[in-house]
């Protein structure tokens, strides 16, 4: 392998949410050069961290039946046990609930915990309170997906955050989806719930890393036999 493409392996790919993004802050740093070199150092500084928020890496999925995966690359905020939201339907009893909250410097694009269908997505306008507050939960602007898997229904909730101002969603309902694929993407710092069954453990802590489509957040066949997990 010769050494640029040895170098271009190690770069991950851009997802096409970005390039208008990019290419504004590219445009915006030449323009800085022509006005005073230093500015446009700055420009360019921000145009690679643009880029970098909106990589879109190769993720492994674990195969293993009856697991959850995380559905965003981030930290572990809050392990709990809350009302889900109405618009999800899942019932008037609180529930599991991990959150996951991401950072400017994490990557945004969002991936299905489970393996189902979409029965339902909800949208809800709101406000930007800061994502890692409980309460941005029921505050904040939210896109939510049920989906309804061979051991249960899972609720996904995309929240908005201090900064983030767009919610993507890529999917339909009635779709079908595995594991590990991509859903959507939120621009600019935020989190996202996954409600699970009753009777679900969780198999995170909270101040833990997560990264999508790869960290496992509970198993549905904890139970079977040989179903054992590290703690964090």
Same mark, same amino acid.
């Given at each position: @392998?010769?050494?640029?493409?040895?170098?271009?392996?190690?770069?991950? $790919?851009?997802?096409?949410?970005?390039?208008?993004?990019? #290419?504004?802050?590219?445009?915006?740093?030449?323009?800085?050069?022509?006005? &005073?070199? $230093?500015?446009? &150092?700055?420009?360019?500084?921000?145009?690679?961290?643009?880029?970098?928020f909106?990589?879109?890496? @190769?993720?492994?999925?674990?195969? +293993? !039946?009856?697991? *959850? *995966?995380?559905?965003?690359? %981030?930290?572990?905020s @809050?392990?709990?046990?809350?009302?889900p939201?109405?618009?999800? #339907?899942?019932?008037?009893?609180?529930?599991?609930? *991990?959150?996951?909250? @991401?950072?400017?410097?994490?990557?945004h694009?969002n991936?299905?915990?489970?393996?189902?269908?979409?029965?339902?997505?909800?949208?809800? $306008?709101?406000?930007?309170?800061?994502? !890692?507050?409980?309460?941005?939960?029921?505050?904040? !602007? +939210?896109?939510s997906?049920?989906?309804?898997?061979?051991?249960?229904?899972? #609720?996904?909730t995309?929240?908005? %955050?201090?900064?983030?101002? +767009?919610?993507?969603?890529?999917?339909?309902?009635?779709?079908?989806? %595995?594991?590990g694929? +991509?859903?959507?993407?939120?621009?600019?710092?935020?989190?996202?719930?996954?409600?699970?069954?009753?009777?679900?453990?969780?198999?995170?802590?909270?101040?833990?890393?997560?990264?999508?489509?790869?960290?496992?957040?509970?198993?549905?066949?904890?139970?079977? $036999?040989?179903?054992?997990?590290? %703690?964090?």
């Open positions: @392998m010769s050494i640029a493409n040895s170098i271009r392996a190690q770069i991950p $790919p851009i997802h096409p949410e970005g390039y208008p993004f990019i #290419g504004g802050f590219a445009l915006l740093s030449l323009v800085l050069f022509w006005l &005073w070199s $230093p500015l446009g &150092w700055i420009g360019t500084v921000l145009t690679v961290w643009c880029a970098l909106f990589r879109d890496p @190769m993720r492994v999925t674990p195969v +293993r !039946e009856g697991i *959850v *995966v995380a559905p965003a690359d %981030g930290r572990v @809050m392990v709990s046990r809350v009302l939201p109405a618009e999800l #339907g899942l019932g008037d009893r609180p529930l599991p609930r *991990v959150s996951i909250f @991401m950072s400017v410097f994490n990557c694009v991936r299905s915990p489970v393996t189902g269908r979409i029965d339902r997505i909800a949208y809800r $306008p709101g406000k930007f309170i800061n994502a !890692e507050l409980d309460k941005a939960s029921e505050d904040n !602007e +939210r896109n997906l049920v989906i309804s898997s061979a051991n249960g229904r899972i #609720g996904v995309q929240i908005a %955050g201090l900064v983030a101002r +767009r919610i993507v969603c890529f999917v339909r309902e009635g779709q079908a989806i %595995g594991a694929e +991509r859903f959507g993407l939120i621009r600019f710092g935020s989190r996202l719930d996954v409600y699970l069954p009753e009777g679900t453990v969780p198999l995170v802590s909270e101040g833990q890393t997560a990264i999508a489509g790869e960290t496992i957040l509970a198993d549905f066949r904890l139970s079977d $036999p040989g179903r054992t997990y590290r %703690g964090s």
